[in-house]
């Protein structure tokens, strides 16, 4: 655990982090948000964690991030090996497996087929 902290210096929660930092501070240049104080300190916090001695602590944090960032995309069918697509004609879901191309999706209740990038 510390060897991998140590050698990638960063981990998911300070990529989130970063990432949410990175566009607020655009929406407050386009003047969507008001100030761009809150995601100069988000960059702080990266950093801090980032330099952090503290490991141990650091690894708890990602834990946590982790696990509710996989419940909140789990909840919005973002998962990383299936997709899931709604039925144009009838609304049910339909989960697929992701990373096979241009394929053709046949609804298992009322058997329309569509054809979806998975
Ligand atoms: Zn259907």
Redesign the pocket.
Known sequence: MQDRYGRNGTDRLNRFLLIVALVWFVLSRVGVARSSIPPVLLVAVTYYRLFSRNIAKRYQENVMYCQVADRVKAKFGINSTHRIYR?P??G?RIRVPRGKGRIEIR?P??N?AFIKRS
């Open positions: 039925c004609s009838c049910q609804c209740k009322c329309a």
